[in-house]
């Protein structure tokens, strides 16, 4: 609790067979769990540790300052069974945020928070304000906010479930600040 938020739900999402292509800041070798490598990942003082992969078979922890959400581009799955994309949600998070155009009539797809709202504005303060897990989406039906950690980037193949009268929206956070000349 002391290397993460205590009210925080999860310490670390993880992808089984995903990584972070060209995006290695800090190798180390001789690790013997996925956990001793989410350890480390919390304990970097050299840079904000945002996701790392461990590797079973090489007992390899590789520590990135970048996640799926800040390289996109640059995340794949097929690295195999071995290997454990895990991305820290306990880093500081991404300063510009914004909600995506609405969609209407579905919902999310696992809800992690329900809250009592009027309005999809409501909801927008609810996901900014959760402090349980990093909400990504929600959806805003009747008097009823749906809040979720889940988006299109970590359930990509996933349809949405229909409701009929929902509105859903997404939260996307950039880099855009400098500090020091490095973007944070």
Same mark, same amino acid.
């Given at each position: 609790?002391?290397?993460?938020?205590?009210?925080?739900?999860?310490?670390?999402?993880?992808?089984?067979?995903?990584?972070?292509?060209?995006?290695?800041?800090?190798?180390?070798?001789?690790?013997?769990?996925?956990?001793? %490598?989410?350890?480390?990942?919390?304990?970097?003082?050299?840079?904000?540790?945002?996701?790392?992969?461990?590797?079973?078979?090489?007992?390899? %922890? !590789?520590?990135?300052?970048?996640?799926?959400? !800040? *390289?996109?581009?640059?995340?794949?799955?097929?690295?195999?069974?071995?290997?454990?994309?895990?991305?820290? *949600?306990?880093?500081?998070?991404?300063?510009?945020?914004?909600?995506?155009?609405?969609?209407?009539?579905?919902?999310?797809?696992?809800?992690?928070?329900?809250?009592?709202?009027?309005?999809? *504005?409501?909801?927008?303060?609810?996901?900014?304000?959760?402090?349980?897990?990093?909400?990504?989406?929600?959806? *805003?039906?009747?008097?009823?906010?749906?809040?979720?950690?889940?988006?299109?980037?970590?359930?990509?193949?996933?349809?949405?479930?229909?409701?009929?009268?929902?509105?859903?929206?997404?939260?996307?956070?950039?880099?855009?600040?400098?500090?020091?000349?490095?973007?944070?």
């Amino acid at each position: 609790d002391s290397l993460c938020n205590a009210e925080r739900g999860w310490a670390f999402e993880r992808v089984v067979g995903g990584e972070l292509e060209g995006f290695d800041h800090k190798e180390i070798n001789s690790i013997e769990s996925r956990g001793e %490598c989410e350890r480390l990942c919390l304990l970097e003082d050299e840079f904000p540790c945002r996701s790392a992969e461990f590797d079973s078979d090489a007992r390899r %922890c !590789t520590l990135s300052r970048d996640d799926r959400r !800040t *390289q996109p581009e640059a995340f794949r799955y097929g690295a195999g069974n071995n290997v454990d994309y895990i991305e820290n *949600q306990c880093t500081k998070p991404l300063p510009d945020c914004s909600y995506t155009s609405s969609k209407k009539d579905v919902t999310v797809v696992a809800m992690d928070d329900i809250l009592y709202s009027r309005t999809v *504005q409501d909801c927008e303060r609810f996901c900014d304000d959760a402090r349980a897990f990093n909400c990504r989406s929600f959806s *805003q039906k009747d008097d009823r906010c749906y809040l979720s950690g889940d988006d299109s980037i970590t359930l990509p193949d996933t349809k949405q479930p229909d409701e009929p009268g929902a509105v859903y929206k997404e939260k996307v956070c950039t880099r855009s600040t400098c500090d020091g000349g490095m973007f944070i």
